[in-house]
């Protein structure tokens, strides 16, 4: 029996929408409110986000893209920048480029991160890391989600501009991103929906079928290119939502979602200070 108490603090934390209530429309309206009205209070000219051809990008690019819309309708100044961030070159680049016409971004740039990553992992080999280590592409992986994270702070900071991260609750849960790559930004849209709603809200905004239903990839490791995140985690998002969601799940499915969740906490935290190095991380 799934143990109420953890999953019921978990679904607090992390801000899980009301799945009784939920409405992909009025839930799309609310975010697409949030990120004009937050770009409006900040004083600043627009976002960035990096598409990648997966679900979350798509439908974070797309409010992002209604958001600037809607700010220049009452006068403002927005403009929102689609960045694509291939490592050399992107195998699903397909699906990137049709999520890209669904954004409909008011610019689009390609920076590709592979001369820059790949100039980083020599220097690193050169001062004494080991590319042997058996754990080699995950730590390469890392370093290119951080790249592209680099990559669109520098055109943010240029633009005066903020940078939209694509976190929902169902990655948070687990903490599938990469602290200070993925995991970082100004602006989370998405947070607080699980997979299901986001997809739900995708396909409300008029995503093509096949963006929704893509099996999200994280794509960071070269040995084991378009890896699912479902095979990464062991444990399938449809698990994670029911769990998110407050329902029952297996017990394998809790511990390792559970598990995940207790170990990743620090993705999920400030640094940690003196006077605060005892809290629950």
């Not at 900071?157 to 929902?168: F, K, P, S, W, Y």
């Not at 947070?191 to 409300?204: C, D, E, S, T, Y």
Request: proline share 4%; with cysteine; charged share 25%.
């Amino acid at each position: 029996m799934t143990d109420r108490q953890t999953q019921d603090e978990i679904r607090t934390a992390l801000e899980v929408v009301d799945p009784s209530t939920f409405d992909a429309a009025a839930e799309a309206e609310r975010r697409i409110e949030f990120l004009a009205a937050y770009l409006r209070g900040s004083g600043t000219s627009g976002y960035v986000l990096g598409i990648s051809g997966g679900v979350d990008s798509s439908a974070g690019g797309r409010m992002a893209q209604l958001a600037c819309e809607r700010v220049r309708a009452a006068g403002g100044e927005a403009t929102f920048v689609a960045v694509r961030l291939p490592y050399h070159v992107q195998q699903d680049e397909a699906d990137a480029q049709r999520a890209l016409e669904f954004v409909a971004a008011d610019e689009v740039w390609t920076v590709d991160i592979g001369p820059g990553v790949d100039a980083h992992w020599d220097q690193l080999v050169a001062a004494g890391l080991d590319p042997a280590d058996d754990r080699d592409h995950y730590h390469l992986g890392n370093v290119k989600a951080r790249h592209r994270m680099v990559t669109q702070y520098a055109i943010a900071g240029t633009r005066g501009m903020l940078v939209i991260g694509t976190d929902q609750a169902a990655e948070a849960v687990v903490g599938f991103y990469t602290k200070f790559g993925d995991g970082a930004a100004d602006v989370t849209p998405l947070f607080g929906l699980p997979k299901r709603r986001v997809r739900q809200i995708a396909r409300h905004l008029g995503a093509p079928e096949s963006l929704v239903e893509k099996v999200p990839t994280a794509d960071l490791e070269s040995d084991r290119p378009l890896i699912p995140d479902e095979v990464a985690l062991g444990v399938r998002y449809e698990a994670v939502d029911d769990y998110l969601e407050g329902r029952d799940v297996s017990e394998q499915d809790e511990a390792t979602i559970v598990g995940w969740y207790r170990r990743t906490g620090h993705k999920r935290a400030l640094p940690v200070t003196p006077d605060g190095s005892l809290r629950d991380r």
